[in-house]
């Protein structure tokens, strides 16, 4: 996993949007928990069985430790996590009510990772290479990613990249498309899709994409995921949950079917553990909580549906 690496403060409750002119509001906790879509995503796949190494970079600093501590407790292999001594560890706080959350983040150390903080023959011996977060990378890493995932795929590695929303708004560019024409698979949301592709809907948005050959997992939240690859699409859903809170179910999808696709499932199979996975995850507070196991995500994701989906 490459990508962003800091603590959540996660702020929970039924009424979390801020009162300006110094008003005080109540709410029902506030956590501190692991975050950043990458960090979250190391986590859900160590729990599904996966073994991960997480290159990141976080700051000299107690945040950057709790990180670091808390990963390797998860199984996360954290060697490659540069730590900077002149900059701070990045901080998000996510205002989160139930299926909806809103997300305000300071990058520190996160926008500093470059291609040479990935340790030698890292990339070569993964069977696997996810990038998460790449906006807030794009300045640093973005320049050197199409060299570094063409490397991995030439050793025999499968690559996947998670945007994530872009900040600036500026979403396709010349830099991104030279990422995108190394990768094997796009994980954007529904959102994220639609802005990437430049369309008015979905539809459109995804025809454009995936006309290169570019395979697509598109997030829908409660809908479950749709799959682009090799001119076929599918539906895949699992049975829905009551959600308690959002946070890194996203990310947790991604790690439930990069964890199928490295057993070898086909692509809706693989989805239909993602979408377990994701969907799991939002019965507990905080993106790492409620990730399940294996075993709890192969046994969500065997009563899923897989829908043909006519392109």
């Not at 040479?116 to 996810?130: C, F, K, M, N």
């Not at 553990?273 to 995850?281: F, K, P, R």
């Amino acid at each position: 996993m490459l990508g962003d690496c800091n603590p959540d403060v996660l702020v929970l409750g039924e009424d979390v949007t801020p009162a300006f002119g110094q008003q005080e509001k109540l709410v029902d906790t506030v956590s501190l928990v692991i975050g950043g879509s990458a960090a979250i995503t190391a986590v859900a796949a160590a729990r599904l069985g996966v073994r991960v190494a997480l290159v990141a970079a976080v700051g000299a600093d107690p945040a950057g430790q709790f990180m670091l501590d808390q990963l390797g407790r998860e199984g996360v292999d954290v060697s490659a996590v540069a730590v900077r001594d002149e900059l701070p560890t990045g901080i998000t706080v996510a205002l989160s009510r139930g299926g909806d959350r809103a997300i305000l983040t300071a990058l520190g150390a996160v926008a500093s990772l470059t291609p040479a903080d990935i340790p030698a023959g890292l990339l070569e011996q993964a069977r696997h290479v996810h990038i998460s977060s790449y906006f807030l990378l794009a300045v640093s890493l973005g320049p050197g990613l199409p060299g570094l995932l063409a490397a991995a795929r030439a050793s025999g590695a499968r690559t996947t990249l998670d945007t994530n929303w872009d900040p600036s708004g500026r979403w396709l560019d010349e830099r991104l498309s030279a990422v995108l024409g190394q990768a094997d698979l796009l994980l954007p949301n529904e959102a994220e899709a639609t802005a990437l592709g430049g369309a008015p809907d979905l539809p459109t948005a995804v025809r454009g994409l995936a006309a290169s050959g570019l395979g697509l997992v598109v997030k829908r939240g409660p809908q479950g995921v749709l799959c682009v690859a090799g001119g076929q699409q599918w539906q895949v859903s699992v049975p829905p949950v009551v959600p308690v809170d959002s946070t890194g179910a996203g990310d947790c999808c991604n790690a439930g079917l990069i964890a199928g696709l490295l057993d070898g499932l086909a692509l809706p199979d693989a989805a239909a553990l993602g979408c377990a996975a994701g969907a799991l995850s939002t019965q507990a507070a905080g993106g790492t909580a409620g990730c399940p196991d294996r075993a709890a995500a192969g046994a969500c994701a065997q009563r899923a549906s897989v829908s043909p989906v006519p392109a």
